[in-house]
Nanobody, 123 residues
């Protein structure tokens, strides 16, 4: 397990952009796959994006494909989620997660989670 802390959320207008950060502790982070998930009020947690340990493999939910980009900088022990062309439907609490295996889209496959950061899109 690693400790994760998300940041970068906020209130923006539709069409704007946000960059979320996921700061991790420990050197083992560089060997972990990272996933971003989100949960809107009254909804189940859903997969957003994931990236493997080296950053060479990524997967995205269809709802964000072409708008969001997941990346990581292992030297900084940080993963990112660049969110462009934000929509009202993107409003949710966004969570960063990590697992010591390959990338996965199921939340149950991750054993490390951050506290979440709120993203609210208006208009």
């Amino acid at each position: 397990q690693v400790q994760l802390v998300e940041s970068g959320g906020g209130l923006v207008q539709a069409g704007d952009s946000l960059r979320l950060s996921c700061a991790a502790s420990g050197r083992t982070f560089r060997t972990y796959a990272v996933g971003w998930f989100r949960q809107a009020p009254g909804k189940e947690r859903e997969f957003v994006a994931t990236i493997n340990w080296s950053g060479g493999i990524t997967y995205y939910a269809d709802s964000v494909k072409g708008r969001f980009t997941i990346s990581r900088d292992n030297a900084k022990n940080t993963a990112y989620l660049q969110m462009n062309s934000l929509k009202l439907e993107d409003t949710a609490v966004y969570y960063c997660a990590a697992r010591p295996y390959g990338p996965a889209t199921a939340w149950s496959g991750y054993d490390s989670w951050g506290q979440g950061t709120q993203v609210t899109v208006s208009s």
